[in-house]
């Protein structure tokens, strides 16, 4: 059984996705632990209930960016993960802590990258006049929002989107690629080619809704 240590700050509905995906498919894998960067993050409640082990590694009680990782570190490696999932863990990482996890740190983003890094990206894809939004999942390395692709979803940006229209038609895909990628790293069908990902049988990594 592989096990997976799931991170996030907030409402947490990509690792309920990902939780309830490992248990009603049975996936060869197991959500060992939730460790989240904030007490109050609302998905530490749903892991708890789910009889999940819970951590909170609170930020702010660190000097610096070092010190928060080292101690985050700590407490991942004390579930011994095969795999780190960080599902809406806004943290920026140091590249000791992302080396640390290398090749074995997921990480989704909210739009189609190499666009729109950063924070935001509802809001600039609209500014920008953007006729499709959509979704990455991507291993993470030290570059922000950078890693190898292992997959994209893409939905259309529709007359009339605000952000949170649009936020809430990418989060639907969320919910289908991250479980899906997660249960590929599980099963150890991804293959590395270079700094790429391919699935070992060719499925589609890419997901296309109207
Ligand atoms: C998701 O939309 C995720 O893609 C985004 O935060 C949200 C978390 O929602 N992640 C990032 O922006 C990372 N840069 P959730 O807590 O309900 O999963």
């Known amino acids: 059984m592989k096990r997976l240590v799931l991170l996030i700050s907030g409402r947490g509905s990509n690792m309920e996705a990902i939780v309830k995906a490992c248990r009603a498919e049975g996936w060869p894998a197991q959500v060992v632990a939730v460790i989240s960067n904030r007490p109050d993050a609302g998905g530490l409640q749903f892991a708890a209930q789910h009889g999940i082990a819970t951590a909170v590694v609170d930020h702010k009680a660190f000097a610096s960016r070092e010190d928060f990782d080292a101690e985050l570190a700590r407490v991942i490696d004390g579930f011994a993960p095969d795999l780190v999932v960080l599902a809406g863990f806004m943290r920026i990482l140091t590249p000791g802590f992302t080396a640390r996890y290398a090749r074995r740190m997921l990480n989704i983003h909210p739009s189609l990258l190499p666009a729109f890094t950063g924070l935001h990206t509802h809001e600039r894809a609209l500014e920008m006049g953007c006729k499709v939004a959509g ?8 570059e922000l929002d950078h890693g190898a692709i292992v997959m ?15 936020a809430a038609r990418v989060l639907a895909a969320e919910h289908r ?5 997660v249960r590929w790293c599980v099963e150890d069908a991804l ?5 790429r990902v391919c699935h070992r049988d060719g499925a ?3 997901l296309l809704l109207n």
């Open 152 to 166: 994209q979803a893409v939905v259309p940006v529709l007359a009339g989107d605000d952000a949170p229209s649009l």
């Open 191 to 195: 293959v590395w080619d270079g700094e």
């Open 204 to 206: 589609p990594q890419q």
């Open 135 to 142: 979704v990455t999942v991507h291993f993470v390395t030290a």
């Open 177 to 181: 690629i991250y479980p899906q990628s």
